[in-house]
């Protein structure tokens, strides 16, 4: 839980721009956000770009208050939590859902790419957090993944238990730390949302890409049904004030243009990982985050309430993605010029 003193915290910021397209003109689009968390006990609001349709947090923390309102755990890391019996339904997560899921934006990647020999590629994946989805990119043939964190942990832990080459390396550091050209894919997952300046590092990520090469992106959807089906209590809004903004395709499509990317592809994102939203939308409490908590039992129902949803939700998830082809999350591509 935050200290809540006032002094302790920078004025918030109101929105005067939009993040992806550079509009300054903007909408109401949902008021009365609270964060599923309980980090922060305020109420939050997010307006709409009235050209691309993205949604920002306004106001929102000072970009150096955010790191405050992100709990110690907030990524899924099997065999971590506190208690054998909550390890063990952790790895059970592990290979009933997790696996499953990552292997999926792996091969959603890989399609995406057109199904390139990726041994050959060399890929970063920007902001990998647990390290379980570049992992997979390794096992799937990216034998020249690495990865960059904000964490010494993260960086530690990928090195230790995978293999593979991390650094610590702050977000508007890239283009300073590897140079021109340096990279066939750069990998994003969900991570956008949570960046005031995701302009910033998507033309860092332009420099950083090799002619040819392709930014993938993962992000919730401002524009997905589920908001409209539950409005402020959907989950992509209520990770306020850790998700900053909300893009639609749209905003991504305008964001890479101008950034000088001239080749788009998309995709839904993993039905699993779509699903999930729901699960956690309708039980916030069987989140990643409860599994840490000192109490015993009630995470694990309460977990194990938020996995049956999701799976329950998966028909309807499946329907939206694949015929309605308006999915909730999507896995982006922008190809740099050849």
């Not at 949902?30 to 922060?40: M, Y």
């Not at 990865?147 to 610590?168: C, K, L, P």
Request: with cysteine; hydrophobic share 40%.
């Amino acid at each position: 839980m935050l200290n809540q003193q006032q002094d302790a915290f920078r004025p918030k910021i109101p929105a005067t721009y939009c993040y992806y397209c550079g509009h300054a003109e903007f909408a109401p689009f949902c008021t009365d956000v609270h964060d599923r968390l309980k980090i922060s006990h305020e109420s939050w609001a997010f307006v709409r770009c009235t050209s691309c349709q993205a949604a920002l947090l306004s106001p929102r923390p000072d970009t150096a208050d955010l790191p405050r309102y992100y709990p110690t755990h907030y990524t899924f890391e099997p065999g971590k939590q506190p208690g054998k019996l909550r390890r063990l339904f952790s790895f059970a997560e592990f290979q009933f859902f997790y696996r499953w899921f990552y292997e999926a934006q792996v091969s959603i990647t890989l399609r995406l790419l057109g199904n390139p020999a990726p041994e050959n590629l060399r890929l970063l994946d920007v902001g990998y957090g647990s390290g379980l989805l570049l992992n997979n990119f390794k096992q799937r043939g990216f034998k020249n993944a690495e990865g960059v964190e904000m964490r010494q942990s993260a960086v530690d832990h990928v090195n230790e238990v995978f293999g593979i080459t991390a650094r610590v390396i702050e977000l508007d550091q890239l283009e300073i730390t590897y140079g021109e050209n340096a990279f066939d894919v750069i990998t994003m997952f969900h991570l956008i949302e949570h960046i005031t300046n995701p302009a910033v590092i998507v033309a860092q990520c332009f420099t950083l890409l090799k002619p040819g090469g392709a930014l993938i992106i993962a992000v919730p959807l401002s524009d997905g049904p589920l908001i409209r089906l539950r409005g402020n209590r959907a989950v992509t809004l209520t990770e306020a004030p850790r998700h900053v903004s909300l893009p639609s395709h749209a905003s991504l499509m305008q964001l890479c243009k101008t950034t000088g990317f001239n080749r788009f592809a998309h995709h839904s994102d993993s039905a699993l990982n779509c699903a999930a939203y729901y699960g956690l939308t309708f039980f916030p409490e069987g989140c990643t985050t409860s599994q840490h908590t000192v109490s015993r039992l009630l995470p694990l129902i309460n977990r194990a309430l938020m996995a049956a949803s999701a799976f329950a939700c998966l028909p309807l998830v499946l329907l939206i993605n694949r015929v309605m082809k308006k999915p909730d999350a999507m896995i982006f591509a922008a190809f740099k010029p050849a």
